[in-house]
C-alpha cells in the first residue's frame, strides 16, 4: 500500500507529514488521475483533497486503486488553506515535506504564509525516486502504450508520399494511436522531414516531403496514464550512401548499447557505449543529447542515460535508447525503443522494424 511507503519516507527524514501537489505523484500515490488535487499524509493516514468536480471520481479511482487515501472535499466554506491548517494542527505535525522540484515559488510562498505553525521541509527527489522500479501491473500498461505507437508506425507506412507535409505526418500518427486505444499523447508529435530533420525536436510544419528526404517521426501515447515513446527514421525515395552511413552507424550504436546495458551499470556507462561508437565513425560532433530516459507517468522521468546520471541501473527500470545523429544542411537520424532494464541485459517493448526503410510511391 502507498501509505506504507510514505510513512518509510516520513521516518527517514524526521516528518510528520507529506504534502502531494505534483499530478503525476499524485496519481502514483492516491490513483486520482484528475491532477487537480491535493494529497496530505499524516499520522500513518493519507487524505485526497479536491474540489466538486472530482469529488465522485476521485472516491471511486481511490479505492480502486487500494492507496489508502480517502477523498475530503473543499468548497467556499470549507477552503483548502483552513481543512490543511486544521488536519496538520489535529495530527501535530510540525515539519511537513513538499515537492520542492516541481513546486513554482509563488505556490510555496503562499503555503508558507497560510500554514505558519508549519515548518516546510524539501523531500527533493523522495517521492519521484518511488517510481523508479515500475510493478509487473505497470510494465504491462507501458508494454501496452508502445505496442500502440507500433501499430500506428505499420499503418503510416502505407500512407506516406512525396508532397505531404509534415503537419499531416503528425496528425496522422496521433489518430492511428487513437483509434489503437490510446487515451492521449506522452508528448507533441514529432514529423521532421529533409534539412529540418537535423534538429531533434523540430515543430512539425508546412513543409512537404521531398523525394531523397529523410523523415524523423518521434511519437508516443498514453494508455491507462503511461506514456509510451519511439522513433523511427525512413527516407523519401531512394537513400544516397552518406544517407546510408549515417543511419546505419545511429542504428549500430543503438544496438551495441541495447546488447551491451546490464543491471548494475552506471547510467552515464551506458551512453558512452553509443557515444564512442558515434565518434568513432566521426559523428561526435553531431550527437548532442543524451541516450535516452526513463518514461512512466510522465514522459521524461529518472534516471536517464546521459554522461552526467551515474544511477545504478536496477531490473524494473525503464529506459528508452535513443542515439541520434543530426547535420545541419544534410538532416538527421534517430531511431528510439523504450524496454525494461532485466536481470540480464535489457529487453525492448518496440517491434517495429529498424532497417532501412525506403518509401516509394
Known amino acids: 500500500m502507498m501509505i506504507n511507503r510514505l510513512k518509510k519516507i516520513c521516518e527517514e527524514k524526521g516528518l510528520q507529514g507529506i504534502l502531494i501537489t505534483d499530478p503525476y505523484n499524485l496519481q502514483y500515490f492516491t490513483g486520482f488521475r484528475g491532477g487537480e488535487g491535493y494529497g496530505l499524509f499524516t499520522a500513518g493516514r493519507g487524505i485526497l483533497y479536491v474540489d466538486s ?3 465522485e471520481a476521485a472516491t471511486l479511482e481511490c479505492n480502486a ?7 475530503t472535499e473543499f468548497n467556499r466554506e470549507h477552503p483548502l488553506m483552513e481543512l490543511l491548517e486544521q488536519q496538520l ?3 501535530f505535525v510540525r515539519e511537513m515535506g513538499f515537492e520542492d522540484r516541481s ?3 509563488s505556490t510555496y510562498i503562499s503555503y ?6 508549519v515548518q516546510m521541509i524539501p523531500l527533493e527527489d523522495s517521492l519521484v525516486r518511488e517510481r523508479r522500479i515500475k510493478t509487473p501491473e505497470e510494465l504491462e500498461l507501458l508494454k501496452k502504450a508502445e505496442a500502440i505507437g507500433d501499430r500506428a508506425f505499420s499503418e503510416i507506412l502505407s500512407v506516406l508520399h512525396v ?3 509534415e503537419l499531416e505526418v503528425a496528425a496522422e500518427l ?3 494511436m487513437k483509434k489503437a486505444g490510446a487515451g492521449g499523447l506522452s508528448f507533441d508529435t514529432i514529423a521532421a522531414s529533409g534539412i529540418h530533420s537535423s534538429m531533434p525536436h523540430a515543430i512539425p510544419s508546412e513543409k512537404k516531403l521531398e ?3 529523410f523523415l524523423t517521426m518521434d511519437f508516443g501515447c498514453i494508455y491507462r496514464g503511461y506514456c509510451s515513446d519511439m522513433t523511427r527514421t525512413v527516407v523519401m525515395g531512394k537513400a544516397n550512401e552518406e544517407q546510408k552511413k549515417v543511419y546505419r552507424t545511429v542504428l549500430e550504436a543503438q544496438t551495441l548499447a541495447m546488447e551491451g546495458l546490464r543491471p548494475g551499470m552506471r547510467c552515464c556507462d551506458v551512453d558512452r557505449i553509443a557515444r564512442d561508437h558515434i565518434g568513432e565513425a566521426g559523428y561526435g560532433q553531431y550527437f548532442g543529447h543524451g541516450l535516452g530516459h526513463s518514461v512512466g507517468l510522465y514522459i521524461h522521468e529518472s534516471p536517464a542515460l546521459n554522461t552526467r546520471d551515474e544511477t545504478i541501473l536496477e531490473p524494473g527500470m525503464i529506459e528508452t535508447i535513443e542515439p541520434g545523429i543530426y547535420i545541419p544542411g544534410f538532416g538527421g537520424v534517430r531511431i528510439e525503443d523504450m524496454g525494461v532494464v532485466t536481470e540480464k541485459g535489457y529487453q525492448s517493448f518496440a517491434s517495429s522494424p529498424k532497417e532501412l526503410i525506403e518509401i516509394e510511391n
Not at 508558507?112 to 505553525?117: A, C, D, F, G, Q
Open 53 to 55: 468536480r472530482y469529488t
Open 65 to 71: 486503486a487500494g492507496s489508502g487515501f480517502t477523498v
Open 89 to 91: 494542527a489535529e495530527d
Open 103 to 105: 513546486m513554482v515559488c
Open 112 to 117: 508558507k504564509e497560510k500554514l505558519k505553525s
Open 163 to 165: 508532397g505531404m507535409t
Open 174 to 176: 496521433e489518430y492511428r
Open 211 to 213: 523525394e531523397g528526404d
